[in-house]
Structure formats: structure tokens, C-alpha cells
């Protein structure tokens, strides 16, 4: 859970403070006047240091975790970036070499050279969608170690990690399923499966659409 500030009592040991230095105008004994006072504008200028050192604190902190929590979820970025990749790369020979779609468009194109395709080999369907499906082997084990991190994330005031986590997990059964698709060599499904994947990903976590261009050739981000 995140860090919050305590403002109100921050408010009420400033107000004790003020209350204090206040009181020194009712002490008539000019030793002890001075004594109060004192500890009121002590108490005063202790407190505001306190406070504003929290504020800071927790800034920083916040920027901190802010990155930790990028740098976490841009694995995921990584990892569909090269699924998109992959993909194109994979309709080579069913091309040109500068022609650019959308990613559904290169899946249905690469689903529809299936009866075109030889049987064995590394041209074959079987082999182009077993590149593919090493992302979404990827993809699997990156949501693993997201699990994984369960307390750590949650300690840092992970943006709304529940429901992150949820979406998460529902990517991953999506991607055994998918891979259970490639299994049984039902390439189609495989293909419409794996665009939903990408789909469920951009609907959870429509931050790091802008990440992923809408049209793009092999050339476009090629590792």
C-alpha cells in the first residue's frame, strides 16, 4: 500500500505549537515568558521542517516507484513490440518488402497462406507460428515474475495492481489457450487468438497504446 502524509496530524501538532507560543503572552514572569515562547516557535519551526521533509520524501519515493513500475510493465511493451515483429516477419515471401499493415491484417494474412504453405520445413505454417508463439511463451513468464513480485508491488503502491493483476492473469490462460491451438496445428484459430491477446492487453492498459504503431512493415522495429 502507498505511503500517505499525515497532514492532519501535521495540522494538529502545528496548532499545539502556535498554541503554545500564544500562551507566552499571558505569562506575566518575563523568565518563563521566555521559556514558553520558545518552546512554542521551536515547536512551530520543527514541525513545518518535519512536514515538508515528508513532502519531499514522499515525492521522491512516488517518482521512484513510478519507475520501477514502468520499467516492469515495459517488459510487457518489449515483449509484444516483438510479437508484432515476429508476426510480419513470419508472412515473408507473401509481401513486399516495404509493405505495412496493422497487426490483425499481417495475422490474417499469415492465416491465409496456410493451404499455400508446405507441410514441413522451415517455411511451413507449423514453423512460422512456432517463432510466433515463443513470445507468447514470453509473455507467460513475464507474468509470472509479475505474480512473483505480489508483495513488493503492492508495498509500492503499484497502480491499481489488483485489477492489473487480474487482466494479467487472464492474459495468461488466453496464452495457454493459444498455444493449445498451435498444439493441435489449428493455425486459424492460433492466428485470431494470438490478435486477442494483443487486443486484451491495449484494452487493460490503454497507457502504453501510443507504444505500438497502427500500420508497420518488418523494417518498422526490428530487433
Known amino acids: ?16 505549537s502556535i498554541a503554545i507560543t500564544i500562551c507566552s503572552f499571558f505569562v506575566q514572569h518575563s523568565q518563563w515568558n521566555t521559556i514558553v515562547a520558545s518552546i512554542g516557535a521551536s515547536g512551530i519551526a520543527s514541525v513545518f521542517v518535519a512536514w515538508m521533509l515528508d513532502v519531499r520524501a514522499t515525492k ?15 517488459q510487457f511493451v518489449r515483449i509484444y513490440r516483438r510479437l508484432l515483429w515476429e508476426t510480419a516477419n513470419q508472412c515473408y515471401g507473401y509481401h513486399s518488402e516495404d509493405e505495412s499493415r496493422s ?39 513475464q507474468i509470472e515474475i509479475f505474480r512473483s513480485e505480489n508483495a513488493t508491488l503492492v508495498f509500492a503502491g503499484f497502480h491499481n495492481y489488483e485489477q492489473a493483476l487480474e487482466a494479467l492473469d487472464t492474459i495468461w ?17 492460433f492466428c485470431e487468438t494470438t490478435y486477442l491477446l494483443y487486443a486484451s492487453f491495449i484494452s487493460a492498459f490503454p497507457q502504453y497504446k501510443n507504444r505500438f504503431p497502427t500500420e508497420y512493415s518488418v523494417q518498422t522495429f526490428a530487433p
Open 1 to 16: 500500500m502507498s505511503y500517505k502524509i499525515p497532514h492532519k496530524s501535521y495540522v494538529v501538532l502545528l496548532s499545539i
Open 60 to 74: 521522491i519515493r512516488a517518482i521512484d516507484n513510478k519507475e520501477k513500475e514502468d520499467a516492469l510493465m515495459n
Open 103 to 141: 497487426f490483425s491484417s499481417w495475422l490474417s494474412l499469415l492465416s491465409s497462406v496456410e493451404s499455400v504453405c508446405p507441410e514441413e520445413g522451415q517455411k511451413s505454417m507449423r514453423s512460422r507460428c512456432l517463432y510466433i508463439s515463443a513470445n507468447l511463451e514470453n509473455l507467460q513468464r
Open 173 to 189: 490462460i488466453h496464452c495457454w489457450g493459444t498455444l493449445k491451438q498451435l498444439e493441435t496445428g489449428n493455425y486459424k484459430v
